[in-house]
């Protein structure tokens, strides 16, 4: 650099200079995102927290078919076969609204639509993923049941084969989108091993009771999956795989939505706190004047934006097929821990405002409580790259 050339302005929402990474594409699927999610999501989301539901939750699924954001880095069947790292954008966007609206997007397509992709027939895809990209049929992912969580290859969901026809039997516990889904995508053990089916959620014996009384994820529909002789032809069963390695594959794309998607919620919370910093007045100034105020949003900085740092690597990293699941791990147990610790320090920056739902912080931080033990919980993370690191099995 020449010494006349001029620096850029520090830009205290982005003190790394990170868009500088993004291309205008990349930046404009984020603007229509988060445009999206400030016009529909952020003057109901705490009305839909504090009553426990998720009202018009079909149309929002076709808004969000509508802006392309529904299985957004598959390609074809209506999809818009976005870059991992545009997918990463919009995770973001859609969790600084809130956990719940990014869940339904994650579990639509990187999960439900992302194994009929990877692992249906050319019939399942053609007959499931198009309405699935348009929002038109919701998709759930059927895999954690009552008593087995971190355990899957445990599961007690059985499909036997009568005929050409399969009878599934079994139950799910804590899907995502369960009670308004249209297909379920279920793992159950078989003869052959585990598989996966596509399972019309019209199907007789098959149920979705809705769960309540949650105090994490309240903007979101969250479901009991109930088999009782669901009798399915032959052509249900993903024929792409047979066992763990399927649902593992499809929880791997899920988390890495995570990465990205907790560091909308710690974005959002940190906002809510350097606004309040600068206006809040005690002992006749800003709090944020205070040096403890400052060390407290100045490490809260750090780790945000080490978080989005780390989450876009890992993009490129997908979209250069170098991913591995372990840095997947990485990224999950880094960011969604450091998310977390953002959000609580946001909160005593509050003070007694912090816990109010006129502020997004509690909201956000009751959320990520959830999204730290979904999809592997701290302990699976730890140990998967404890194994990585030293070779050994810890696990059992």
């Not at 009929?116 to 050319?122: A, C, V, W």
Request: proline share 5%.
């Amino acid at each position: 650099m020449s010494a006349s050339a001029k620096l850029p302005p520090f830009d205290p929402a982005d003190p790394l200079g990170l868009d500088d990474l993004l291309e205008p594409e990349d930046l404009a699927i984020r603007d229509t995102v988060r445009g999206w999610a400030a016009d529909r999501v952020l003057p109901h989301v705490a009305e839909w927290y504090e009553k426990g539901e998720l009202p018009g939750i079909r149309e929002l699924a076709r808004e969000l078919g509508g802006i392309g954001a529904l299985g957004m880095s598959l390609d074809g069947y209506g999809c818009a076969g976005a870059s991992a790292v545009q997918y990463g954008l919009a995770c973001l966007e859609l969790e600084a609204a809130d956990s719940g609206i990014r869940s339904l997007v994650s579990v639509q397509g990187s999960l439900a639509m992302y194994a009929i992709h990877r692992f249906g027939s050319e019939e399942q895809k053609r007959r499931w993923l198009p309405r699935m990209a348009s929002g038109e049929v919701i998709g759930c992912f059927g895999l954690t049941e009552p008593d087995v969580g971190s355990d899957p290859g445990a599961m007690r969901t059985y499909a036997r084969k009568d005929g050409t026809d399969w009878v599934l039997n079994g139950r799910k516990m804590w899907i995502t989108n369960g009670s308004v889904a249209g297909v379920a995508v279920v793992w159950a053990g078989t003869e052959e091993g585990i598989r996966g089916f596509a399972v019309p959620t019209d199907s007789p014996g098959f149920s979705a009771p809705e769960i309540k009384h949650k105090w994490s994820l309240r903007a979101s529909v969250t479901s009991e999956l109930v088999m009782d002789d669901v009798r399915l032809p032959a052509d249900a069963v993903l024929p792409g795989v047979t066992g763990l390695k399927g649902p593992l594959s499809c929880l791997s794309h899920a988390r890495y939505g995570i990465v990205w998607g907790a560091m909308g919620a710690a974005r959002s919370s940190f906002e809510a706190a350097v606004d309040y910093a600068r206006t809040r007045e005690q002992f006749g100034r800003p709090i944020g004047g205070f040096q403890l105020t400052q060390a407290k949003l100045a490490d809260m900085a750090v780790e945000l934006h080490k978080g989005i740092l780390l989450a876009h690597h890992l993009g490129r990293r997908m979209d250069a097929g170098r991913l591995r699941p372990e840095q997947v791990s990485f990224g999950k147990l880094n960011n969604v821990r450091e998310a977390i610790d953002i959000c609580r320090t946001a909160r005593t920056i509050l003070g007694a405002n912090g816990i109010s739902l006129e502020y997004p912080v509690m909201r956000h931080a009751t959320n990520l409580e959830s999204v730290l033990t979904y999809e592997g919980t701290v302990e699976m993370h730890q140990l998967v790259l404890g194994k990585a690191l030293t070779g050994l099995d810890a696990f059992r």
